[in-house]
Nanobody, 124 residues
């Protein structure tokens, strides 16, 4: 199983970035997909998730209205569109695949497969 994340970079506050994560070695459509992030000195935290069954995506409160997660089962890709970026969004962003029950969707331990991370740096 390989999850390849890309799209990070250095941007200014207010700019946008689009992260993508392409998977191989697993049946993409059978997994829930999520993005987490980890800032220096902090724990990895939930950003957003989209379930294998479809339906509404899930977001951390700080990202609601600014980030949009989407998935393309045919392309085996999950994306995270990030708008109105803030300096506090600076972190390494990780994509993850798993089959969590709804109540554990925001937990890192609920995800079996992880990408290598892509750095997002937002300057003020």
């Amino acid at each position: 199983v390989q999850l390849q994340a890309c799209g990070g970079g250095l941007v200014q506050a207010g700019d946008s970035l689009r992260l993508s994560c392409t998977a191989s070695g697993l049946t993409f459509s059978q997994y829930d997909w999520a993005w987490f992030r980890q800032a220096p000195g902090k724990e990895r935290e939930f950003v957003s998730a989209i379930r294998r069954s479809g339906g509404r995506p899930y977001y951390a409160d700080s990202e609601k209205g600014r980030f949009t997660i989407s998935r393309d089962n045919a392309k085996k890709t999950v994306s995270l569109q990030m708008d109105s970026l803030k300096p506090e969004d600076t972190a390494v962003y990780y994509c993850a695949a798993g089959t969590p029950v709804l109540s554990y969707m925001r937990e890192t331990t609920a995800y079996k497969h992880w990408g290598q991370g892509t750095q997002v740096t937002v300057s003020s």
